[in-house]
């Protein structure tokens, strides 16, 4: 009679401690679309979401609402930025002598959206817009020449009916990004090309007959 009371107890602790101590669940093992989906649902979608979002979010204890975090970093990334986005993206796009001063301190964020954007390259904002945001003087002032209509050179955010595309790069628009290398260079301003004098730096573009 005593084997059978043993039995009893043990079936009874199999059935509630499994209530009373959740096995923690691992990003990788749960669908996260059904409370995140709207991070990517955007134009442009980041391909690492198409890996799990436990190849950055590695750290976290899904069982739990709100989400606990197992590692020392938020929202239980793998590793801070740039680190985290250079585990995919090639360092060496990042290295120059002459660096972006948010590329070189690792701000990839303050740029990239981590999920997704309704812009390419997952940019925050619209291309020059977004720019302008630490480089605001430019839309005050003339650029590179001054005279064409009074204000410079366009950098991108003109109103007009059609958007001006770039010269070098067919289906992408234009904007500071045409002429200056968004996170590094071997030339001083970040320019994309290197060129002795302005003349020959325009002519990258404006080819003369």
């Not at 690492?48 to 590695?58: D, F, K, M, S, Y």
């Not at 990004?177 to 404006?206: I, Q, V």
């Amino acid at each position: 009679m005593n084997v059978y009371r043993h039995l009893l107890a043990l079936a009874v602790c199999a059935l509630v401690l499994p209530l009373a101590s959740p096995i923690a669940v691992r990003a990788q093992e749960i669908n996260c679309a059904p409370c995140h989906g709207a991070l990517t649902e955007k134009a442009h979608v980041h391909p690492a979401v198409q890996l799990g979002c436990a190849v950055c979010h590695a750290e976290l204890d899904a069982s739990a609402l709100p989400h606990k975090v197992k590692g020392k970093l938020a929202k239980g990334l793998t590793a801070e930025p740039p680190d985290l986005c250079l585990g995919c993206h090639d360092r060496k796009l990042f290295e120059g002598k002459f660096m972006h001063a948010p590329a070189a301190a690792g701000l990839c964020t303050t740029c990239h959206d981590p999920h997704a954007s309704e812009h390419p390259k997952l940019a925050r904002k619209a291309g020059a817009v977004l720019c302008l945001d630490c480089h605001s003087d430019i839309a005050t002032k003339p650029h590179v020449i001054a005279g064409f209509g009074g204000g410079g050179h366009p950098i991108g955010i003109e109103q007009k009916a059609t958007v001006a595309q770039d010269p070098l790069r067919p289906g992408r628009s234009f904007y500071c990004g045409s002429c200056h290398e968004p996170h590094r260079s071997d030339y001083t301003r970040l320019t994309r090309f290197d060129a002795k004098s302005m003349a020959a730096f325009c002519r990258n573009c404006h080819q003369t007959k």
